[in-house]
T-cell receptor
Framework: KQEVTQIPAALSVPEGENLVLNCSFT??????LQWFRQDPGKGLTSLLL?????REQTSGRLNASLDKSSGRSTLYIAASQPGDSATYLC?????????FGAGTTVTVRA | GAVVSQHPSRVICKSGTSVKIECRSL??????MFWYRQFPKQSLMLMAT?????????EQGVEKDKFLINHASLTLSTLTVTSAHPEDSSFYIC????????????FGPGTRLTVL
């Protein structure tokens, strides 16, 4: 059974600092990996999707890397802003299903 | 495009009653829909997968008689929590994909269920 772990569980940084969020998974036979953002009491917003054959994806200030063999992904958010405050979830797809981590809750202080 | 809605967004009910949550794909046909639940500060846990016109496939540990899922059309799936109890209080999120394969899952905004 796929297990997805996200470290740290929570993170607080001053505005402007770069964020590094980590995700690990136990079974490397994944089809893809996604990073989502979730605001309190809300649904999920997809940020980046990395196919298993890819090493990274970039969108604006966001960059996600994938090392499938070691079962790791990292989400980098450059020059953080208070609006980046949210919970970030990592999910891997295998067997046509998504398995989620518990998330990293980020607070960016103005 | 690819918008998924859920209704209601919040529901409060008394213990022992049944609650129905709707999930709709607004601008695409969803062959497959998924239902998740999320407890505070925990990850989303997949409850079941439903394919249009077929019976839902439930994950291990999810009671199919308690959580009834119907996917009668390509744009609508419903989750009915029968005889709800306080421990069923949770955040329920649905997602939809166009096919049964590897298409992206599009997520709804979630439904907060509180059972008194």
């Amino acid at each position: 059974k796929q297990e997805v772990t996200q470290i740290p569980a929570a993170l607080s940084v001053p505005e402007g600092e770069n964020l590094v969020l980590n995700c690990s998974f136990t079974d490397s036979a994944i089809y893809n990996l996604q990073w989502f953002r979730q605001d309190p009491g809300k649904g999920l917003t997809s940020l980046l999707l990395i196919q298993s054959s890819q090493r990274e994806q970039t969108s604006g200030r966001l960059n996600a890397s994938l090392d499938k063999s070691s079962g790791r992904s990292t989400l980098y958010i450059a020059a953080s802003q208070p609006g980046d405050s949210a919970t970030y979830l990592c999910a891997v797809e295998d067997d046509y299903k998504l398995s989620f981590g518990a998330g990293t809750t980020v607070t960016v202080r103005a | 495009g690819a918008v998924v809605s859920q209704h209601p967004s919040r529901v409060i009910c008394k213990s022992g009653t049944s609650v129905k949550i709707e999930c709709r794909s607004l601008d695409f046909q969803a062959t497959t829909m998924f239902w998740y639940r999320q407890f505070p500060k925990q990850s989303l846990m997949l409850m079941a997968t439903s394919n249009e016109g077929s019976k839902a496939t439930y994950e291990q540990g999810v009671e199919k008689d308690k959580f009834l899922i119907n996917h009668a059309s390509l744009t609508l799936s419903t989750l009915t929590v029968t005889s709800a109890h306080p421990e069923d209080s949770s955040f329920y999120i649905c997602s939809a994909r166009r096919d049964r394969g590897r298409d992206t899952q599009y997520f709804g905004p979630g439904t907060r269920l509180t059972v008194l």
